[in-house]
Antibody, heavy 121, light 108 residues
Framework: EVQLVESGGGLERPGRSLRLSCVGSGFIFDDYVMHWVRQAPGRGLEWVSSISWNGNNIVYANSVKGRFIVSRDNAKSSLFLQMNSLRPEDTALYYC??????????????WGQGTLVTVSS | DIQMTQSPSTLSASVGDRVSITCRANQSINIWLAWYQQTAGKAPKLLIYRASNLKSGVSSRFSGSGSGTEFTLTISGLQPDDFATYYCQQYNGPSPSTFGQGTKIEIK
């Protein structure tokens, strides 16, 4: 069974940084593209970033480009999201999700339960 | 970026009803569209991918159709567990992926 477990969320002040992690199990981690999706309180889903199986191809939403950095460590079946220059509008539940293959842009066939990030002074 | 617009935003229905949700893209995305269900406090679940392919294990009451810029999710015979929020997602690479704003199905 595929499992994705996010961690690293919390309360942080505007302008500061936070690093999210996601550990995958139940599948061969380095065979798949991985994604981050966020959901602000009471709002819809927003795709944030996608990273290829080897980390060589990465895409970001315009809203986070230049501030967030996605990476992965296949040896540890882990996905990361380094969030810099945080803004109040980054407040959201951040989901880690798995793609169905090595294709960068794809649907998301498994999701974690999310980790909550709150940006406030 | 490709913009996705869902309608309606809210839909009131009864158990047993057949309902449809529409998702429109502002440019052609071929068949690169997925549908998700999200119940309160839970992570989204994939229902349909490639516009009309049902994910294994998902009830056949759910069906998807469309191509190009207009897509439909249909639920035949609403069940109590189906009262949830539904999202479409386009993944027409290399464009960044985007979601629709969601459609909430409420009990009438």
């Amino acid at each position: 069974e595929v499992q994705l477990v996010e961690s690293g969320g919390g309360l942080e002040r505007p302008g500061r940084s936070l690093r999210l992690s996601c550990v995958g199990s139940g599948f061969i981690f380095d065979d798949y593209v991985m994604h981050w999706v966020r959901q602000a309180p009471g709002r819809g889903l927003e795709w944030v970033s996608s990273i290829s199986w080897n980390g060589n191809n990465i895409v970001y939403a315009n809203s986070v480009k230049g501030r967030f950095i996605v990476s992965r460590d296949n040896a540890k079946s882990s996905l990361f999201l380094q969030m810099n220059s945080l803004r109040p509008e980054d407040t959201a539940l951040y989901y880690c999700a798995k793609g169905p293959s090595a294709t960068l842009m794809a649907y998301l066939d498994s999701w974690g339960q999310g980790t909550l990030v709150t940006v406030s002074s | 970026d490709i913009q996705m617009t869902q309608s309606p935003s809210t839909l009131s229905a009864s158990v047993g009803d057949r309902v449809s949700i529409t998702c429109r893209a502002n440019q052609s995305i071929n068949i690169w569209l997925a549908w998700y269900q999200q119940t309160a406090g839970k992570a989204p679940k994939l229902l349909i991918y490639r516009a009309s392919n049902l994910k294994s294990g998902v009830s056949s009451r759910f069906s998807g159709s469309g191509s190009g810029t207009e897509f439909t999710l249909t639920i035949s015979g609403l069940q109590p567990d189906d009262f949830a929020t539904y999202y479409c997602q386009q993944y027409n690479g290399p464009s960044p992926s985007t979601f629709g704003q969601g459609t909430k199905i409420e009990i009438k």
